[in-house]
């Protein structure tokens, strides 16, 4: 028998989506100072940020509930392809003040989006500090990058609002960035 023909045959079902949109951002003209994600509910058991941005090429920071204390750290490892590869790292007194979490990118060329997938674990649970992780890349004929960023908010606070802030300029027209809650099993 065809596997189709057993896959027909049996009494699997289709499995719904875990992932559910809560909210989309496109930049309009004249770019954005930053993305922000508002009202988030507690329903879900993790969200993520899916997303594709380009402005001047720099970092995204990502605060919570408008919390500017030092309570943020990230540490991140990159390559680039043609060089070793690196870390870095920051804590809630690093070099960028005291909201660094690393959450993505922006891409610099004119005509290259950088992608971005920034998963936020656990954060409506009051009961623990909220840790994050990124992927993001893009690349420019060549030279691009490539992250995978860790990082974490000591705070125990269910999260409600999310910002993406460029550690300098904006974010450039057409970026857009949506938000997701992801179901619990």
């Known amino acids: 028998m065809p596997i189709l023909g057993i896959i027909a045959s049996s009494k699997l079902k289709a499995v719904p989506s875990s992932y559910e949109s809560i909210a989309t951002v496109t930049v309009g003209g004249g770019g954005a100072a930053n993305i922000e994600f508002t009202s988030i509910p507690a329903t879900y058991t993790h969200l993520q940020i899916r997303g594709i941005g380009r402005g001047s090429f720099t970092d995204l920071t990502m605060r919570f509930n408008s919390d500017t204390g030092n309570n943020y750290s990230s540490h991140r490892l990159y390559g680039t392809g043609s060089s070793t590869p690196g870390t870095d790292g920051e804590d809630s007194t690093g070099a960028y003040g005291t909201y660094i979490l690393y959450a993505g990118r922006l891409s610099s060329a004119a005509s290259v989006f950088c992608g971005n997938i920034i998963d936020i674990l656990d954060y409506a649970n009051t009961n623990k500090y909220k840790a994050s992780r990124s992927l993001y890349g893009?690349?420019?004929?060549?030279?691009?990058?490539?992250?995978?960023?860790?990082?974490?908010?000591?705070?125990?606070?269910?999260?409600?609002?999310?910002?993406?802030?460029?550690?300098?300029?904006?974010?450039?027209?057409?970026?857009?960035?949506?938000?997701?809650?992801?179901?619990?099993?």
């Open 138 to 185: 893009f690349d420019e004929n060549g030279s691009g990058n490539i992250f995978l960023a860790s990082g974490n908010w000591r705070n125990t606070n269910a999260i409600t609002t999310i910002r993406l802030t460029p550690f300098s300029g904006t974010i450039s027209q057409y970026s857009q960035f949506a938000l997701y809650g992801i179901k619990g099993s």
